[in-house]
């Protein structure tokens, strides 16, 4: 037997239809007819087109019940129930036979009623819950979805009638569908639940970062589908990816910082282990002279100039090499796929040419240099080797003048070792205030007069003596150490010469220190000085400042401004080791300067060829002509004192008129005004106890 054909089909149809119970007929799978009871309910008008059963039937089929109900059926009928599809939405509940007609064509008989239990939601309590939710919900029925709340439309775009009977298979992001499908499906059947954070698209075709949760949906004791759950997570996505950059990343440049820089240093030696022919190196960058910038001009000014360097830096790399900042004005390069140190020869003259022009920040025009030291990943097993190797050559650049870049070789570790031994004494010393303070005498060379004093760093060894402070000033101009150096030393020549007002009343005594090329521009120089002024209370025309030639020659209208607010304070300025660095003679005019020091070098030219003393008299005229006292430093001989005087030098010192004393010297010198006794026509004697050996 078979479903009628031809001939027969109009007729039998025909009863088909005046039966008040829902008949289907299948073939295969496909349903070819439905009687009216049955299109009525689906809510379909006309005639029936053939469609997949399991689309009409949801449950019928096996693996597809709703309870699962296993189907076995027989010529006398098997029992079932499903859920009907209609058109509208709605799902009806049905139950009835299912008849095989003929088993070899695969064609059956699907005789069913509805059951008055209508599964279709209803508006009521539990949709209003629903819709009230922040999350999406999606209630499916086997593979079909059977309803979605508006917050599914808010967040993926689609509207329910769009999605009511098809699969949430189309929000699967097609690269990974069948996988995590396949995944969470598996996790449900073993554990009745699944839950990831993964993506789904958006109607619009944009990814949306969402955390999932699947749970089984159980009517009646089994399991009728499954109920979806997505709550939206992109903006914490997008701050987790916000953290997780800035952790990796410098914010004020936005380059890689550190760590970034170290993984991808591992990463490139790695792959040069895999090739002989390819190597990587680093290159440590350093501004010279930033902290100046900072001191001057101000923090904002230094993260402008980083910025900027940090845009230069990226402007001369290839794309696959990595720039870092690692420190305040450090920088490191990652250099991949060179074959030779020539390479790399060019890219920092590159780097140093660019970092060199001009920077406009805050209405300054600033030229900076920098030093860069370069280190091959040969023979190196950890990426801190390499980067210390590339500290090492910068640190030798640096030392070298800067504004340049030095290849790293293994005897440089020992030289830069020392000098950061010496680095490490300085800071112990400045953190244990372990140095002292010695004083010069000055005197007036026409009488041997004592005038003053110039007040010189000493420091203290283990062992009780005091050495000279010389060899690590220079270590201590480097760093910075200066500036807190520099800032002791104007609160003890203050407090100084409040103690000698105290003890000898009406002395007299000028007192003079040095200031170094960082004291001299710190940003805080003035505000320190009338501070300490108006603390101690001494007359600020006793106190004098030495300030370089050098110094001035840098940028001589920032120091024409420093140096007349000095003045304003009260203080005296002198142009110190005036002739050994070519200071231009306008700087006596132009510049408030009511002392001239001349340096050793010239003081030693008195005793020399006739050019040589013409050249010292004239210096003598132009400054007694300038209104400006002149002091000879470096005095060795009788006959530097003789010859001063006959130029009229007005002051000197020197190891021959006095060495310098300490504290309680200094003490007695000033209550006696003690002259000096190698001057000319000086009849007294120094006479200061211990001062011989001193």
């Known amino acids: 037997m078979s479903l009628p054909k031809n001939s027969e089909l109009r007729q039998q149809c025909d009863v088909l239809d005046a039966l008040p119970v829902l008949v289907f007929l299948e073939r295969a799978g496909t349903i070819v007819f439905a009687n009216a009871e049955a299109r009525h309910e689906i809510g379909l008008e006309g005639a029936w087109e053939e469609q997949p059963a399991d689309d009409v039937l949801w449950g019928l089929l096996a693996g597809k019940a709703e309870p699962r109900t296993e189907l076995k059926g027989s010529r006398q009928g098997s029992p079932f129930h499903a859920t009907l599809a209609c058109k509208n939405g709605r799902m009806i509940p049905v139950e009835g036979t299912y008849s095989i007609v003929d088993a070899e064509l695969h064609e059956s008989v699907i005789v069913a009623q509805v059951t008055g239990r209508d599964r279709t939601p209803k508006p009521g309590l539990m949709e209003d819950v629903l819709a009230s939710l922040p999350e999406a919900v999606a209630l499916v029925i086997g593979s079909r979805v059977l309803y979605t709340n508006p917050a599914f439309t808010r967040m993926f775009g689609y509207a329910a009638d769009d999605v009511s009977g098809g699969s949430l298979r189309d929000l699967l992001v097609p690269e990974t569908r069948t996988y995590e499908h396949q995944m969470l499906q598996k996790l449900v059947d073993e554990q009745g639940y699944a839950s990831a954070e993964t993506v789904r698209l958006h109607q619009c075709g944009e990814l949306v970062d969402v955390a999932l949760q699947i749970s089984a949906l159980k009517v009646n004791g089994g399991k009728a589908g499954y109920v979806y759950t997505f709550r939206n997570i992109t903006e914490r996505k997008h701050v987790e990816a916000r953290l997780q950059r800035d952790a990796m990343h410098d914010v004020l440049t936005g380059l890689p910082n550190e760590a970034l820089f170290i993984d991808r240093l591992k990463l490139a030696m790695s792959r040069c282990k895999r090739r002989s022919d390819q190597r990587c190196a680093v290159l440590f960058v350093d501004v010279d002279g930033f902290r100046q910038i900072n001191e001057q001009l101000g923090h904002a000014a230094g993260d402008l100039l980083l910025m900027g360097m940090a845009q230069r830096l990226l402007g001369v790399l290839r794309p696959h090499d990595t720039a870092a900042r690692v420190g305040g004005d450090e920088f490191m390069v990652l250099v991949e796929n060179i074959t030779s140190v020539a390479d790399l020869n060019a890219l920092a003259q590159r780097m140093l040419s660019e970092l060199d022009r001009p920077y406009e920040v805050l209405g300054h025009r600033l030229q900076i240099a920098s030093s860069i030291g370069i280190a091959m990943a040969e023979d190196v097993h950890l990426p801190e080797q390499i980067i210390r190797d590339a500290d090492v ?38 953190a244990s205030h372990e140095f002292v303070y010695w004083y010069q005498p000055i005197y007036r060379l026409a009488n041997g007069r004592l005038e003053g004093f110039e007040m010189l760093l000493r420091r203290k060894t283990a062992s009780g003596a005091v050495e000279s402070f010389g060899d690590l000033l220079g270590v201590a101009e480097q760093t910075g150490l200066s500036i807190s150096l520099g800032r002791d030393s104007i609160e003890a020549a203050c407090a100084q010469l409040e103690e000698w007002d105290r003890s000898i009343p009406g002395n007299g005594m000028t007192l003079a220190l040095d200031l170094t090329h960082r004291q001299f521009y710190q940003q805080d120089l003035i505000a320190q000085l009338q501070k300490t002024l108006a603390a101690t209370g001494v007359s600020p025309s006793r106190l004098v400042f030495d300030v370089a030639e050098r110094t001035l020659n840098e940028d001589p209208d920032r120091a024409l401004a420093i140096m007349q607010r000095m003045v304003d304070c009260g203080v005296r300025v002198a142009l110190d080791n005036f002739g050994a660095a070519l200071a231009p003679l306008n700087h006596l005019v132009r510049m408030p300067i009511e002392m001239v020091k001349l340096d050793a070098g010239m003081t030693a030219l008195v005793t020399g060829t006739g050019r040589q003393v013409a050249i010292v008299e004239s210096l003598m005229h132009v400054c007694r002509a300038s209104g400006v006292q002149v002091v000879a430093q470096g ?14 030098c007005e002051l000197g010192q020197g190891y021959f008129l006095a060495p310098p004393v300490d504290p309680q010297q200094a003490q007695y010198l000033a209550a006696h005004n003690v002259d000096a006794d190698r001057l000319p026509g000086s009849e007294s004697t120094l006479g200061v106890p211990g001062s011989s050996g001193s």
């Open 393 to 430: 050559a910068m640190y030798r650049a640096k030392q070298e003048g800067g504004n340049r870049y030095a290849v790293f070789d293994r005897r440089m570790e020992v030289q830069v070792s020392t000098e950061q031994d010496r680095e490490r004494e300085l800071r112990e010393l400045v």
């Open 635 to 648: 005095i060795e001989t009788q006959g530097h004192v003789r010859i001063l005087q006959e130029l009229g």
